[in-house]
């Protein structure tokens, strides 16, 4: 047997030249982007379309958002009210957007003409310690019931809209910053109030005649009377109407307001009752 110098293993595991042996490279880093363009590119192309109309949609979103932001500057929720958008805020004063809005000139005086129908029998005296103003109470079939927001109320028969009712609260609306001195003052008071009976009592777009504008028998403020023209399910319909602003001791005067419609015709004569009957306490 022919022995092999001891180092020919040696020689034989050593590289075959030291000059030409190069250690496997590290993979070179990908960045970010590369990744995320490689991730595109493996997708099938259905998916890249789909993720592309997801992100202009919800881009699409954001600008209408940005854009119409401003529309409600109180940020405040939008409430509708007989058809017609409006910002709740602290008195119902916004200026409303239905043409029943738009009154007739409002007579200086005019006396009120004696309504069709017999009077009810007065019973006594509605008190009320709330808007501290006092009225006739009327008998049957009139009842004394709970009506809120107002304080008291009088009605007549089922609880449909516009209802027959006799009710008193303090005004709905902003007052003016100072009293008037004399009652012909509130007689823009007293107009106030009937634009909003008018959003708040009856169908959107009834038209008004004046009946009756004079100052109160007793006491300062002033009393409108109206006829109020209306459409339900496209049929005409007749309301009689009153509204009495009465000065009171507090911030706000006190408002008076009456409703009947012609299906409560026989009572409209109780108007006339009204009229010479509420003063403040």
Same mark, same amino acid.
């Given at each position: 047997?022919?022995?092999?110098?001891?180092?020919?293993?040696?020689?034989?595991?050593?590289?075959?030249?030291?000059?030409?042996?190069?250690?496997?490279?590290?993979? *070179?880093?990908?960045?970010?982007?590369?990744?995320?363009?490689?991730?595109? #590119?493996?997708?099938?192309?259905?998916?890249?379309?789909?993720?592309?109309?997801?992100?202009?949609?919800?881009?699409? /979103?954001?600008?209408?958002?940005?854009?119409?932001?401003?529309? +409600?500057?109180?940020?405040?929720?939008?409430?509708?009210?007989?058809?017609?958008?409006?910002?709740?805020?602290?008195?119902?004063?916004?200026?409303?957007?239905?043409?029943?809005?738009?009154?007739?000139?409002?007579?200086?005086?005019?006396?009120?003409?004696?309504?069709?129908? =017999? *009077?009810?029998?007065?019973?006594?005296?509605?008190?009320?310690?709330?808007?501290?103003?006092?009225?006739?109470?009327?008998?049957?079939?009139?009842?004394?019931?709970?009506?809120?927001?107002?304080?008291?109320? &009088?009605?007549? #028969?089922? /609880?449909? &809209?516009?209802?027959?009712?006799?009710?008193?609260?303090?005004?709905?609306?902003?007052?003016?910053?100072?009293?008037? =001195?004399?009652?012909?003052?509130?007689?823009?008071?007293?107009?106030?109030? /009937? =634009? %909003?009976?008018?959003?708040?009592?009856?169908?959107?777009?009834?038209?008004?005649?004046?009946?009756?504008?004079? *100052?109160?028998?007793?006491?300062?403020?002033?009393?409108?009377?109206?006829?109020? !023209?209306?459409?339900?399910?496209? &049929?005409?319909?007749?309301?009689?109407?009153?509204?009495? /602003?009465?000065?009171?001791?507090?911030?706000?005067?006190?408002?008076?307001?009456?409703?009947?419609?012609?299906?409560?015709? *026989?009572? %409209? !004569?109780?108007? +006339?009752?009204?009229?010479?009957?509420? !003063?403040?306490?």
């Amino acid at each position: 047997m022919v022995e092999l110098p001891e180092d020919s293993t040696a020689d034989r595991r050593r590289p075959p030249s030291a000059g030409l042996y190069r250690p496997p490279s590290a993979p *070179a880093r990908r960045g970010l982007l590369s990744k995320v363009a490689s991730g595109i #590119g493996d997708m099938p192309i259905r998916v890249v379309y789909l993720f592309g109309a997801v992100l202009l949609t919800v881009l699409a /979103v954001f600008l209408v958002f940005t854009l119409f932001a401003g529309d +409600n500057p109180s940020g405040k929720p939008v409430q509708v009210e007989h058809g017609r958008t409006a910002v709740p805020s602290a008195t119902t004063s916004a200026k409303p957007t239905s043409t029943a809005s738009v009154l007739p000139k409002v007579p200086e005086k005019m006396s009120f003409a004696t309504l069709p129908g =017999k *009077a009810s029998v007065i019973i006594g005296l509605v008190v009320d310690k709330t808007s501290k103003i006092i009225y006739p109470r009327l008998g049957e079939p009139w009842a004394t019931r709970s009506a809120p927001p107002f304080s008291v109320a &009088q009605r007549v #028969g089922e /609880v449909t &809209q516009p209802h027959t009712m006799v009710v008193s609260a303090l005004l709905p609306v902003d007052a003016p910053a100072v009293k008037p =001195k004399t009652s012909d003052g509130y007689r823009d008071v007293a107009v106030s109030a /009937v =634009k %909003w009976s008018l959003r708040t009592q009856f169908p959107a777009d009834s038209k008004i005649t004046w009946s009756g504008s004079q *100052a109160l028998a007793m006491g300062k403020g002033w009393i409108l009377g109206f006829q109020v !023209r209306y459409l339900v399910d496209g &049929q005409p319909k007749t309301a009689q109407a009153l509204v009495a /602003v009465v000065q009171i001791d507090g911030a706000k005067p006190a408002m008076l307001l009456a409703t009947i419609p012609e299906s409560g015709k *026989a009572y %409209w !004569r109780d108007i +006339n009752t009204l009229v010479k009957g509420v !003063r403040p306490i």
